[in-house]
């Protein structure tokens, strides 16, 4: 199975519990191709967690929930060790990090000690406790949702977090027509509690193994690091895109390629991929924010000023 049809069986899939959401599907299977982990900022009620839930079904992917909140510790996410008075031995007992995908639930509401919990799991793939480290189940990707709108006894992400998010995705309100039949979909129940795996793990990590075979032509990695450099040196940003923003953008956009049934990246896959992978590791100048410019604003001012590679050499020839 090509990687263009895995994504197709398994955006047709949620399509039976998130409608009408197409691009933004599809956007969380590039991540999830890519092995990246990503943040899904928007407010209650729009299908953050029945997105995270209906994608680990399609998958087949052993799935588990974490509720944040103050009061919630980091061993409750890592686990802790229980002295057996049998053996005389301390054995381990997994945490809910263990699992192939992993929903931390408005993250911003677990305190920044518990948050830092994740930072080893989402970047090394492995969790230590007492001083023993244990792999994390292959695939692994978090999937961590916050409200927007309520702050309230919350505490944001710092940049270190936010930028181990390959993607932020927003979900926004469905349009008049896939609300219809959403509500016409649940009268006879919830059909996540029918939705099928329809994509084996394996064939899943084939698929993510093959991406690093979609050819980037060496024009299109520079259009990426303009992108990218620009994000630097623009007047409304204090804090421009990593260098691990870099090589998002470049993977996210082998990722679009595929899905989209090519072997090579075109620069309408860099610019598709920009502002969500690009948006959240910036950060606007006070005086731009007072004048209420959002950082997505400035990723699409910025793409919208750089050179596109084939317009270049046309224009060289």
Not at 116 to 124: D, P
Not at 146 to 174: K, S, V, W
Not at 199 to 228: F, G, M, N, W
Not at 232 to 259: C, E, W
């Amino acid at each position: 199975m090509d990687i263009a049809t895995l994504a197709a069986r398994v955006a047709d899939n949620v399509e039976h519990v998130i409608m009408g959401k197409r691009p933004e599907v599809e956007r969380l299977l590039v991540a999830i191709l890519c092995r990246g982990h990503v943040l899904i900022e928007d407010v209650p009620g729009v299908g953050k967690t029945t997105l995270a839930k209906g994608v680990a079904r399609s998958l087949g992917c052993s799935f588990s929930r974490i509720q944040c909140t103050p009061d919630l510790l980091p061993s409750d996410i890592t686990g802790i060790s229980i002295f057996n008075q049998q053996s005389s031995t301390f054995e381990y007992r997994a945490g809910p990090i263990v699992a192939q995908i992993v929903l931390a639930d408005e993250i911003n509401r677990a305190t920044p000690k518990t948050q830092s919990a994740l930072l080893e799991a989402m970047e090394e793939r492995q969790v230590t406790v007492d001083g023993v480290t244990r792999a994390l189940p292959e695939p692994f990707i978090v999937l961590a949702t916050q409200n927007p709108i309520e702050y309230e006894g919350t505490f944001p992400l710092p940049e270190a977090q936010l930028d181990r998010f390959l993607l932020r995705l927003r979900l926004g309100y469905p349009d008049a027509a896939a609300e219809l039949a959403m509500v016409e979909s649940q009268r006879g129940g919830h059909p996540i509690e029918q939705l099928a795996q329809v994509v084996s793990t394996a064939e899943l990590i084939a698929a993510q193994k093959a991406l690093q075979d979609v050819y980037v032509d060496p024009l299109i990695k520079q259009y990426v690091l303009d992108l990218v450099t620009a994000t630097r040196a623009h007047p409304d940003i204090y804090l421009g895109a990593s260098p691990r923003g870099t090589l998002a953008l470049m993977r996210t956009s082998q990722a679009t390629a595929a899905i989209l049934g090519r072997a090579f990246v075109v620069p309408d896959d860099v610019k598709a991929m920009s502002a969500a992978v690009l948006g959240h590791r910036i950060i606007v100048s006070p005086s731009a924010r007072i004048r209420h410019v959002e950082a997505e604003a400035i990723v699409a001012e910025i793409v919208g000023a750089a050179t596109v590679p084939g317009a270049a050499v046309r224009a060289r020839a």
